[in-house]
């Protein structure tokens, strides 16, 4: 009986990882509220009515979704902004042209999960919304430290406000996301990244 419930506990895990997959896929190309809950189930094989038997609710699920996103996405931003054998420049130009090799992977289907549901802040749960803010802070801040790294190093105007900058890059950087798979064309990301590094380091 109890090697019973450990196998059932392990297929439960399995396809809580399977939909979590699922759903970042969905949400990437979809809003929170375009997402139905039946094709996400329907990816995996499970049937529509066992959903809550893996998650106590969309709200949760999505929280998860952002969760596991924000793990992955902020551990690559590291890889490119801590690597010591790159400027913060190289670094900054490096992440960008990774994310740009992702959004032609999918055929400019897929966006950032964070810029999305941004657009539906007015519309999102409470709980969520502010989890969205705090995970795009959380990138900021990411960016600031790095940011500030070259300015020590004499990259940046020493007067910059380097909290300013980080948020800028930012706020560009999720337009132009959302431009380029309007236009699949990596142009309005190309177009961006060479004014901010422009406006940001010294030449």
Avoid at 88 to 116: H, P, S, T, W
Wanted: proline share 1%.
């Amino acid at each position: 009986m109890r090697k019973t419930k450990v196998l059932r506990d392990i297929d439960r895990a399995a396809i809580r990882e399977e939909l979590l997959k699922s759903g970042v896929a969905a949400l990437t190309e979809k809003g929170f509220a375009s997402v139905g809950l039946d094709e996400i189930m329907r990816s995996v094989g499970v049937p529509k009515g066992s959903f809550y038997y893996y998650f106590e609710s969309k709200e949760y699920f999505v929280t998860r979704i952002l969760q596991r996103y924000n793990e992955r996405f902020s551990g690559g931003l590291d890889f490119y902004l801590k690597d010591e054998n790159l400027s913060a420049r190289q670094g900054i130009i490096a992440f960008m042209e990774k994310a740009k090799k992702n959004i032609i992977k999918y055929d400019y289907k897929r966006g950032c999960l964070v810029g999305n549901l941004s657009q539906e802040l007015n519309t999102l749960p409470g709980a969520l919304s502010m989890q969205v803010r705090e995970v795009l802070l959380g990138w900021q801040k990411q960016l600031q430290t790095c940011l500030e790294k070259a300015q020590k190093a004499g990259e940046i105007e020493k007067g910059a406000d380097c909290q300013q900058l980080a948020s800028s890059f930012w706020s560009g950087w999720e337009g132009s996301v959302l431009r380029t798979r309007l236009e699949h064309s990596t142009t309005p990301l190309d177009d961006f990244g060479r004014f901010y590094l422009a406006s940001v380091f010294h030449k």
